[in-house]
């Protein structure tokens, strides 16, 4: 009976101190995710932190970043690859969208719309490349606007020229 109390216990403390886990709580966590490359994990504790504050700059941003991060891994051999990455991709764009409207003045949510709308664009043939190229571009020169020493938006700016020189000028 002792033992059974004691289990009782233990466990009502464990459902106290995940259910008082606050919105920093679960960006901390996701963080730590992130480092050990968990990106799944890394997403259901940024998920976690929009429930909790569903206008969090840094938790729609980085949700964002899972969601691509996740995309990018998916195996080319795996059943029906390019439709589930352009629905995460296109969920990664919208959480970007969302960062920037509740932030435009930080570079984070401007270089996510570009890394998750490029990525997205890849999926797509030569036409609609060109046409959101310069949605991309605007959200790459915009974060290094803000961010000078952005070193990941410098490398966009460079995937991005060299992906308009793939295509050529006849397209």
Not at 71 to 93: E, F, G, H, N, W
Not at 162 to 170: M, S, V
Request: charged share 25%; aromatic share 8%.
């Amino acid at each position: 009976m002792k033992k059974i109390l004691i289990l009782l216990t233990f466990l009502t403390v464990l459902a106290v101190i995940s259910y008082g886990q606050t919105a920093t709580d679960h960006l901390k966590a996701g963080d730590e995710a992130y480092a050990r490359f968990d990106d799944q994990k890394a997403l259901e504790h940024y998920q976690e932190a929009l429930k909790l504050e569903p206008q969090n700059y840094e938790a729609l941003w980085k949700t964002s970043r899972a969601y691509v991060d996740i995309a990018d891994v998916i195996p080319a051999t795996d059943k029906d690859v390019k439709q589930r990455q352009m629905k995460l991709y296109s969920d990664a764009t919208a959480y970007a969208s969302k960062a920037v409207a509740a932030n435009a003045n930080d570079p984070w949510g401007h270089f996510q719309v570009s890394a998750s709308l490029g990525k997205k664009l890849l999926l797509l043939g030569n036409k609609e490349q060109i046409d959101g190229s310069k949605q991309v571009r605007a959200q790459i020169d915009k974060a290094i606007q803000l961010d000078p020493n952005n070193d990941l938006a410098y490398h966009a700016l460079g995937r991005w020229h060299r992906r308009i020189a793939e295509i050529g000028g006849a397209q």
